[in-house]
């Protein structure tokens, strides 16, 4: 019981908002059916080749990057609910009329916009989190919620292997219902905290008197460039990240042909529960350690996990490699928002949500492009090598900013 306990501690005396947040993105979760077969959607239902196909899948990430600007700004003056109800409902309106598509260019666009949208809605999920808790409570409320995503996520890759190759229309019409039962929850449920009541975090690294709600995110960058370098050597993790839903399913689909679809939905699944089940032991065992300490454990876990794919490509090896892809998984997902939002003002959430997302979501729009071109002319086995040789280059990179930030320089 004690055991048990200090594993959920974390997760204890959180806001009522904090636990329907949770509700919310499992709900969501549980019809997010399209976005990780993204790459074989284009490639076997579209027909692109594996260059286009990274590109678009690029393309259709990129589009949430100017949206994630104007989502930020927006959220930071206007508020987080209206920004996100607002995003999330043009986004399920996106899939709802690709439920009405054949396979081709206007599927490809009307997911575009969804991303945009989507893209609008990110910053104020991160911002409305942070706001709804205090510095030593931010790290267990970005978890739980990590864990519900990952909850319904099980759920929807096993269902989206079934569904990929005959029964395509289901999963937009899934993954619309869904979004929007749960965006329900949070528009008539959740109470977004008044500005002024938001706690005042001063005499730690992100004091709001130091920072001034009159600075510019710039400015605040400048006074503290751990964040750039931290956001930048992210991007490289992310690059690493991207190989996860284009490249293996394409190694995949490679190796099994008539089986990539329905291996990788049950390779989705499985890094999903193993999610579920050690998110919060993760949580709690590693809970001294600094957030960019956890953070360079995790480069070190993608750099193996996604390397030795290049070595060993048999069915086991897949499930060995998504098994420690997904413990460095866990410790980014606990760690790197609640980082960013502890060295950053109250009055900039919104817009921190938005600008280093975007820096560090870079290497995972990047990715794909420059993988695609270089799997087309050297074959899985180099693609994989290169992949990790840039887990290596990031993650010694990451190690030297877990030395500066425990000197507290930055």
Same mark, same amino acid.
């Given at each position: ?100 598509? %054949?396979?081709?260019?206007? $599927? ?23 706001? @709804?808790?205090?510095? %030593? ?56 905290? %008044? ?63 008539? %089986? ?95 600008? @280093?997302?975007?820096? $560090? ?9 420059? $993988? ?21 280059? $990031? ?16």
């Amino acid at each position: 019981m004690k055991v048990s306990s200090h594993i959920l501690n974390p997760y204890k005396g959180l806001k009522r908002e904090v636990y329907l947040i949770f509700i919310s993105k499992t709900i969501n979760a549980m019809g997010f059916l399209i976005i990780p077969f993204m790459a074989l959607l284009l490639s076997t239902k579209v027909g692109l080749s594996n260059a286009d196909t990274g590109f678009y899948v690029a393309v259709s990430g990129l589009m949430w990057a100017p949206a994630a600007l104007i989502g930020g700004r927006l959220s930071d003056s206007i508020g987080r609910k209206k920004v996100l109800i607002t995003g999330e409902l043009l986004a399920t309106a996106a899939y709802l009329v690709c439920f009405f598509l %054949e396979p081709g260019m206007s $599927m490809v666009y009307m997911l575009m916009a969804a991303s945009f949208f989507f893209g609008v809605a990110g910053p104020s999920h991160d911002a409305l989190t942070a706001d @709804l808790t205090s510095p %030593e409570q931010r790290e267990g409320a970005y978890s739980l919620n990590y864990l519900g995503f990952n909850l319904g996520f099980a759920f929807a890759q096993i269902l989206a292997g079934f569904l990929f190759q005959n029964h395509l229309k289901i999963m937009f019409l899934i993954d619309a219902l869904t979004a929007l039962s749960g965006l329900m929850l949070i528009a008539f449920l959740v109470k977004e905290p %008044e500005r002024g009541n938001l706690s005042q975090e001063r005499g730690g690294k992100n004091s709001d008197s130091e920072s001034g709600s009159n600075r510019t995110v710039l400015a605040i960058l400048w006074a503290k460039p751990i964040l750039l370098v931290f956001a930048l050597t992210i991007c490289g993790y992310r690059f690493l990240y991207s190989q996860w839903p284009f490249l293996i399913p394409l190694h995949l689909e490679h190796n099994f042909p008539k %089986e990539g679809a329905r291996i990788f939905g049950f390779l989705g699944s499985f890094n999903a529960l193993i999610v579920v089940v050690l998110i919060p032991v993760l949580t709690a065992l590693l809970h001294h350690k600094s957030h960019v300490r956890k953070v360079f454990y995790a480069g070190l876990l993608f750099t193996f996990g996604f390397g030795m794919l290049g070595f060993v490509s048999m069915k086991a090896a897949f499930f060995v490699s998504v098994l420690v892809i997904t413990l460095g998984e866990v410790l980014d997902a606990i760690s790197v928002m609640p980082f960013i939002m502890n060295h950053s003002p109250s009055t900039h959430r919104g817009r921190m949500s938005a600008i @280093l997302p975007i820096i $560090m979501g870079t290497g995972f729009y990047l990715g794909p492009v420059i $993988m695609g071109s270089v799997l087309d002319h050297s074959g899985f086995r180099f693609t994989w090598f290169l992949t990790a040789v840039v887990g290596v280059v $990031m993650t010694l990179i990451m190690k030297g900013i877990d030395v500066a930030d425990g000197a507290g320089n930055g």
